[in-house]
Structures are given as structure tokens and as C-alpha cells.
């Protein structure tokens, strides 16, 4: 046999031998004698307190919010947008009106609407924003006026709805 057969048996006879004699504890004294089955190791946990959970609950970072704000362009943007620039940001009109060489885009939310009107331009055949106005919109939940941020902020996010829905 190998030598590393023979330790490797070796160890196998100590390691039963340690298993047998920790079954053949003597009792205590004779009162314990009677015949009882051996029970189960139960690992004792520690009492928490309601100070220990406090303190812990004071520990606990705050939770941390992953997204950081959304930020809403200025009305600023709008101006020299093509069609396309448009119908990304916003989607296309509620109400359109084409005279040659300039188209008048109307949108509409629920606290303003928002006039564009597009010219061609002589160095390209696009059409770009030259003009915008914003007004809001008269009914009970809504002020007589209305920034023009809020307006443009409340149409992206209406067209955003829009499209998350369909």
C-alpha cells in the first residue's frame, strides 16, 4: 500500500473513533440516567432589543434615488426646429395649415397651446420655426397665464403619454 493510502485510512480511523466516543458520554449523575433521547443542538441567538433595532435602523443609509430629475428643454429650442426636430420632441400638430411658403402648427395640452409657423428657407428646402407663442388655456384648474416652459414641458409630456400607451 501506498503511504498515502495508509494516512489517508489513518485519519478515516480517528475521525470514527471521535464520532463513536462522543456518543458514549457518561450522564452527569444518575438522575439524568434515564434513557432520553439526545437533542437536537440549538444555536442560541442573541435577545434585540427595541434600542438595538433603532440604532440600526438610524444606521441604514437613506435610499438613494437611481434616476436623477428630468430636465425639460426651454422654449428657446424650438426655434430654426424642422418638421422632424418637431415630431420628435412633441409629435405632430393638432392642427396644421399649409400656405405657401409657410405652414401655421397648432398644439394643444390641457393648460395652453402652442402656435408655430415655419418658413421655407431660401438656402434650403426645409422648414424651420421662425415664430411661437404660447397661451394658456381658461378653465377652472388653470391660471390665466402660463410660462412658456410649462407649456412646452406639458406638451412633451403628453406626447410621451401618447406614445407609451399605444
Sequence with gaps: MSSVRILFLLFSLNVLAACQ?????????????????????????????????????????APQNTAPPRIFPNIDVLRGATPDQLNVLIG???????????????????????????????????????????????????PNSISNKACLTSLIKQFEDRTTTN
Design 21 to 61: 466516543s462522543a456518543n458514549n458520554i457518561p450522564p452527569a449523575n444518575k438522575a439524568d440516567a434515564v434513557a432520553t433521547p439526545p437533542s437536537p443542538v440549538v444555536a442560541i441567538q442573541p435577545k434585540v432589543t427595541k434600542q438595538s433595532t433603532a440604532k440600526i435602523e438610524q444606521q441604514k443609509p
Design 92 to 142: 405632430a400638430p393638432d392642427f396644421l395649415r399649409k400656405d405657401k411658403p409657410a405652414e401655421f402648427w397648432q398644439y394643444r395640452s390641457s393648460v395652453c397651446r402652442l402656435d408655430l409657423i415655419l418658413y421655407e428657407r431660401q438656402t434650403s428646402t426645409n422648414m424651420t420655426v421662425d415664430y411661437f407663442s404660447v397661451k394658456a388655456l381658461r378653465n377652472i384648474t388653470s
